[in-house]
């Protein structure tokens, strides 16, 4: 088992940064990725970012502006987020992976992933 605890949402105004972590424990040592996906009221749960051992992926709409790096020592993921716009706004989940991928894209579909956090909110205000 692997449990994952969000944090760094918050109330924003469109154009600053913020940053999200995420830390993990437990049955860490098998996690193969770990991801960001976020979910807008009455949207379906979509792909942010993710950070695997062979490469880091970007959705197109946060590519330039969202950073996902990970501290192996903390075993903490981030997401720098900047210049965020209000379509930014969203509850943020973290996840892990604990299947390895051989294809290309990895690590883009909620269903590679096999634990989730609780969620973080960002409201980005124009």
């Known amino acids: 088992q692997v449990q994952l605890v969000e944090s760094g949402g918050g109330l924003v105004q469109a154009g600053v940064s913020l940053r999200l972590s995420c830390a993990a424990s437990?049955?860490?040592?098998?996690?193969?990725?770990m991801g960001w996906f976020r979910q807008a009221p009455g949207k379906e749960r979509e792909f942010v970012a993710a950070?695997?051992?062979?490469?880091?992926y970007y959705a197109d709409s946060v590519k330039g502006r969202f950073t996902i790096t990970r501290d192996n020592a903390k075993n903490t993921v981030y997401l720098q987020m900047n210049s965020l716009k209000p379509e930014d706004t969203a509850a943020y989940y973290c996840?892990?992976?604990?299947?390895?991928?051989?294809?290309?894209?990895?690590?883009?579909?909620?269903?590679?992933?096999?634990?989730w956090g609780q969620g973080t909110q960002v409201t980005v205000s124009s």
């Open positions: 437990g049955r860490t040592s098998r996690t193969y990725a």
């Open positions: 996840a892990a992976a604990q299947d390895d991928c051989v294809g290309f894209p990895c690590y883009v579909g909620a269903t590679e992933y096999n634990y």
């Open positions: 950070w695997s051992i062979r490469q880091t």
